[in-house]
């Protein structure tokens, strides 16, 4: 769980385009960056690195494997859609990350507004927007714990992304996937609480960020 050989499968990480910080230790972080590593190279996913996966890696990261590198998604070529039930239908050839996010956005779709709710337990009665936005993220292993809003200012990468954006500041935060906007509020329901929309919200002062490679 941790020294060398943890090292070395961080910087390999790295090298295959899943940013990791080399510091020894098999922590929560390194273990979902596993995680994505292993959907990428569809393996059984689990977040270990047994001595079979750790030779592949070895193998795609020294060999140059096409897909190993930190690339883009491909752009998408058409949004996802929001259906009657108000949960999102992902685009056709949506990357895997992508599908996970609305996936696990659609499982909270409904629940109430609740301050704080998320933050304690994944599962809750009730989710607050940074909440919302943490457990859709969690779906596809872009974070490991919920986080706030001020905390979304500094994840990822700067700027819009291709898939996935998530807008930030000190009170408030939300995401866009796939064209859709997952958000607790600025919707046309008479109640608050995590849902889609296909309305865009003003977003001057936000911070935008975006998870590498989407």
């Not at 943890?6 to 385009?17: D, E, P, S």
């Not at 996970?100 to 989710?127: L, M, Q, R, T």
């Not at 779906?139 to 706030?148: E, I």
Request: charged share 20%; net charge neutral; aromatic share 8%.
């Amino acid at each position: 769980m941790k020294g060398t050989d943890v090292r070395v499968l961080q910087g390999f990480l790295t090298k295959a385009g899943i940013k990791t910080a080399v510091d020894g230790r098999y922590g929560p972080k390194t273990t979902s960056n596993v995680r994505r590593w292993e959907r990428r190279a569809n393996l059984p996913i689990d977040g270990r690195m047994p001595k079979t996966e750790a030779a592949t890696l070895r193998m795609q990261v020294e060999q140059g494997v096409a897909g190993t590198q930190s690339v883009p998604a491909p752009a998408p070529t058409a949004n996802a859609t929001l259906g009657a039930d108000g949960k999102a239908i992902a685009p056709v050839g949506a990357p895997p990350e992508v599908v996970a996010v609305i996936a696990a956005a659609n499982e909270i779709v409904g629940k109430p507004y609740k301050y704080g709710g998320g933050h304690g337990d994944w599962e809750d009665s009730g989710y607050d927007c940074s909440g919302s936005e943490s457990y859709a993220l969690h779906g596809a292993d872009l974070v490991s714990r919920p986080l706030n809003s001020s905390e979304f200012m500094s994840w990822g990468e700067p700027g819009e992304g291709q898939w996935i954006t998530s807008y930030a500041h000190g009170g408030h935060s939300f995401l866009v996937v796939a064209g859709l906007r997952f958000d607790t509020g600025y919707n046309d329901s008479s109640s608050s609480g995590p849902k889609w929309s296909t309305k865009m919200r003003p977003t001057d002062g936000f911070t935008v960020r975006h998870p590498q490679g989407l």
